[in-house]
C-alpha cells in the first residue's frame, strides 16, 4: 500500500530551519558566506528571527547567535565550536578501561516550554510517557514538538536525538519528521539522531520504514529496516547497516549518561564527548587523532576520559575557562 506523507510546512517548518541553523553554527567549516545567507533568512520573515532567537535562549547559544547577526566581515564565534576532527593520520593502538558509577538524570535536564514541546538542554536527557503509552527518551540537546490526535501519532524531531518505544496500534501508524525525512513505524522502538550533515536511525525491535523526498516532486521514496539494523542518510544514497547486538547496546549507552568506546579513534571519541560537555575539548596535536581508546565514561564526567589519558598515554591535558586542548605530553604547553 502507498501512502502519501505531508511535508513539513508552517511554524514547524521554521522551526526545524531554525534548528539546523543552530547546529549549523556549532559545525567546522562556518564562513562569511554562511553569516550571510542566516542573514539573509533572518531578515526575510519576522517569524524566522523570532524562531532562531527562541531556539538560540533554550540552548544556550545566544552570545553565539548575537555575533553572527552583527553586520561585520569578521569571523563571526569568538569561542571555539564544537568541531568534528575528521583528518585521516596514522593509528595509534592504546585502550582504556574505567569503573563506571550508576548513572543518574541531571536535576536540571527539563526546560520549561508548552506541553506539545520537550526538549532537553547541553549534557541533560529528558523521558516523556507519550499520550498513547509510548516512551521519547530525548539525548543531550534536543527538540522535539509532539502532536497525537485520534487518526495520527507524529512527533517532530527538530534537533537532537530521541529513542523511541512505540506503542502497538495498527490503524494508527507512529511518524517521526526530521527535517524533510519521515520514519514510520507501528509498534517498535528505535533510535533517531539527526544533525547538520545526516539523519540516523537505529532500529530495535519491529521494523520501521524512513522516507525521504525523491529526486523530482514531493513523493517520498521508503527505505525498510528491521531489527538489528541502521541507517544513515543524508545527501548521498543511504547506507544500511547490520550491527551486532553489543554494538546497538554500545550505540545507545547514552540513555544510562554512558558512553562506549571500542578500539575508536580518539578523535571520535572526543567529538562524541562534545556533545555533552560545556567546555569544548580539542586534539591539538594532530599524531593523537586517530589514538585508539576503549571502554566506557559518563557523559556528565569528561575528567574520567581526561585523567586516564593523561596517567595512561604521555598526553597532557590544558584546561583553561572556555576549551580543554589535549596535546603530548613532551610537547611545549
Same mark, same amino acid.
Given at each position: 500500500?502507498?501512502?502519501?506523507?505531508?511535508?513539513?510546512?508552517?511554524?514547524?517548518?521554521?522551526?526545524?530551519?531554525?534548528?539546523?541553523?543552530?547546529?549549523?553554527?556549532?559545525?567546522?567549516?562556518?564562513?562569511? *558566506?554562511?553569516?550571510?545567507?542566516?542573514?539573509?533568512?533572518?531578515?526575510?520573515?519576522?517569524?524566522?528571527?523570532?524562531?532562531?532567537?527562541?531556539? *538560540?535562549?533554550?540552548?544556550?547559544?545566544?552570545?553565539?547567535?548575537?555575533?553572527?547577526?552583527?553586520?561585520?566581515?569578521?569571523?563571526?564565534?569568538?569561542? $571555539?565550536?564544537?568541531?568534528?576532527?575528521?583528518?585521516?593520520?596514522?593509528?595509534?593502538?592504546?585502550?582504556?578501561?574505567?569503573?563506571?558509577?550508576?548513572?543518574?538524570? #541531571?536535576?536540571?535536564?527539563?526546560? #520549561? #516550554?508548552?506541553?506539545?514541546?520537550?526538549?532537553?538542554?547541553?549534557?541533560?536527557?529528558?523521558?516523556?510517557?507519550?499520550?498513547?503509552?509510548?516512551?521519547?527518551?530525548?539525548?543531550?540537546?534536543?527538540?522535539?514538538?509532539?502532536?497525537?490526535?485520534?487518526?495520527?501519532?507524529?512527533? +517532530?524531531?527538530? *534537533?537532537?536525538?530521541?529513542?523511541?518505544?512505540?506503542?502497538?496500534?495498527?490503524?494508527? $501508524?507512529?511518524? +517521526?519528521?526530521?527535517?524533510?525525512?519521515?520514519?514510520?513505524?507501528?509498534?517498535?522502538?528505535?533510535?533517531?539522531?539527526?544533525?547538520?550533515?545526516?539523519?540516523?536511525?537505529?532500529?530495535?525491535?519491529?521494523?520501521?520504514?524512513?522516507?525521504?523526498? *525523491?529526486?523530482?516532486?514531493?513523493?517520498?521514496?521508503?527505505?525498510?529496516?528491521?531489527?538489528?539494523?541502521?541507517?544513515?542518510?543524508?545527501?548521498?544514497? $543511504?547506507?544500511?547497516?547490520?550491527?551486532?547486538?553489543?554494538?546497538?547496546?554500545?550505540?545507545?549507552?547514552?540513555?544510562?549518561?554512558?558512553?562506549?568506546?571500542?578500539?575508536?579513534?580518539?578523535?571520535?571519541?572526543?567529538?562524541?564527548?562534545?556533545?555533552?560537555?560545556?567546555?569544548?575539548? +580539542?586534539?591539538?596535536?594532530?599524531?593523537?587523532?586517530?589514538?585508539?581508546?576503549?571502554?566506557?565514561?559518563?557523559?556528565?564526567? $569528561?575528567?574520567?576520559?581526561?585523567?586516564?589519558?593523561?596517567?595512561?598515554?604521555?598526553?597532557?591535558?590544558?584546561?583553561?575557562?572556555?576549551?580543554?586542548?589535549?596535546?603530548?605530553?613532551?610537547?611545549?604547553?
Amino acid at each position: 500500500m502507498t501512502e502519501r506523507v505531508t511535508p513539513l510546512r508552517g511554524e514547524s517548518a521554521i522551526e526545524a530551519q531554525a534548528s539546523a541553523w543552530i547546529a549549523r553554527m556549532d559545525g567546522e567549516n562556518w564562513s562569511p *558566506a554562511d553569516q550571510r545567507e542566516l542573514l539573509a533568512w533572518v531578515e526575510s520573515d519576522p517569524a524566522h528571527r523570532d524562531a532562531i532567537r527562541r531556539l *538560540a535562549s533554550l540552548w544556550g547559544e545566544m552570545d553565539a547567535l548575537t555575533a553572527l547577526l552583527e553586520p561585520a566581515p569578521r569571523q563571526p564565534r569568538s569561542r $571555539p565550536r564544537r568541531a568534528w576532527l575528521l583528518a585521516p593520520l596514522a593509528a595509534v593502538t592504546a585502550a582504556v578501561v574505567l569503573v563506571t558509577i550508576p548513572p543518574r538524570l #541531571a536535576d536540571n535536564s527539563q526546560i #520549561a #516550554a508548552p506541553s506539545d514541546l520537550y526538549t532537553t538542554a547541553l549534557g541533560s536527557q529528558r523521558e516523556v510517557t507519550l499520550p498513547d503509552g509510548s516512551r521519547m527518551h530525548l539525548n543531550t540537546r534536543s527538540y522535539a514538538r509532539v502532536d497525537f490526535g485520534d487518526t495520527h501519532r507524529r512527533v +517532530v524531531l527538530l *534537533a537532537g536525538e530521541a529513542f523511541f518505544q512505540v506503542a502497538h496500534e495498527p490503524d494508527r $501508524p507512529f511518524l +517521526v519528521e526530521a527535517g524533510s525525512r519521515v520514519v514510520r513505524a507501528v509498534g517498535t522502538a528505535f533510535s533517531v539522531h539527526m544533525d547538520a550533515r545526516e539523519l540516523e536511525v537505529l532500529v530495535t525491535e519491529g521494523r520501521v520504514e524512513v522516507r525521504e523526498p *525523491a529526486s523530482t516532486g514531493d513523493d517520498l521514496q521508503a527505505v525498510a529496516l528491521k531489527a538489528g539494523q541502521r541507517v544513515r542518510v543524508s545527501d548521498k544514497a $543511504p547506507q544500511i547497516e547490520v550491527l551486532a547486538e553489543e554494538d546497538i547496546e554500545r550505540h545507545l549507552l547514552w540513555r544510562q549518561q554512558l558512553l562506549g568506546f571500542t578500539d575508536t579513534p580518539l578523535r571520535e571519541v572526543i567529538a562524541e564527548y562534545n556533545r555533552y560537555a560545556d567546555r569544548n575539548i +580539542v586534539i591539538s596535536d594532530d599524531s593523537l587523532r586517530d589514538m585508539r581508546i576503549g571502554g566506557q565514561f559518563r557523559t556528565d564526567d $569528561p575528567e574520567g576520559l581526561l585523567e586516564a589519558l593523561e596517567t595512561g598515554f604521555g598526553v597532557r591535558v590544558v584546561r583553561s575557562a572556555d576549551v580543554i586542548l589535549i596535546s603530548r605530553l613532551d610537547d611545549e604547553p
